[in-house]
Nanobody, 128 residues
């Protein structure tokens, strides 16, 4: 059974930084292409869940709203995916989820509906 557990959320002032982590069990990161995608998504109150940052093979993908501020990385030794968030803005406030698409069945890497396994989410709140 695949399990994803997020950590690292919290309350931060605008302009601050946070680092989210997602520990994956039941699935082992292997070589560069094991036919899976993994990424971070977020959902703000009253809004749809949206893709934030994802990894496919050695390529990274970002939404326009976070490009240049967020960095996704994968630690294969720890089977963990991180999201470094800098220069946070109040509009980044949301519940952040880690998700895995394995086996990869969709080319739409930033589409939440392509992902089958999800973590429970971690709250990120950015104050003025």
């Amino acid at each position: 059974e695949v399990q994803l557990v997020e950590s690292g959320g919290g309350l931060v002032q605008a302009g601050g930084s946070l680092r989210l982590s997602c520990k994956v069990s039941g699935f082992r990161f292997g070589g560069y292409d094991d036919g899976y995608d993994i990424g971070w998504f977020r959902q703000a109150p009253g809004k749809e869940r949206e893709g934030v940052a994802c990894i496919r093979n050695t390529d990274t993908y970002y939404s326009d709203s976070v490009k240049g501020r967020f960095t996704i990385s994968r630690d294969s030794a720890e089977n963990t995916v991180h999201l470094e968030m800098r220069n946070l803005k109040p509009e980044d406030t949301a519940v952040y989820y880690c998700a895995l698409d394995w086996p990869r069945l969709s080319l739409a890497i930033m589409d939440p509906f392509a992902y089958d396994d999800w973590g429970q989410g971690t709250q990120v709140t950015v104050s003025l």
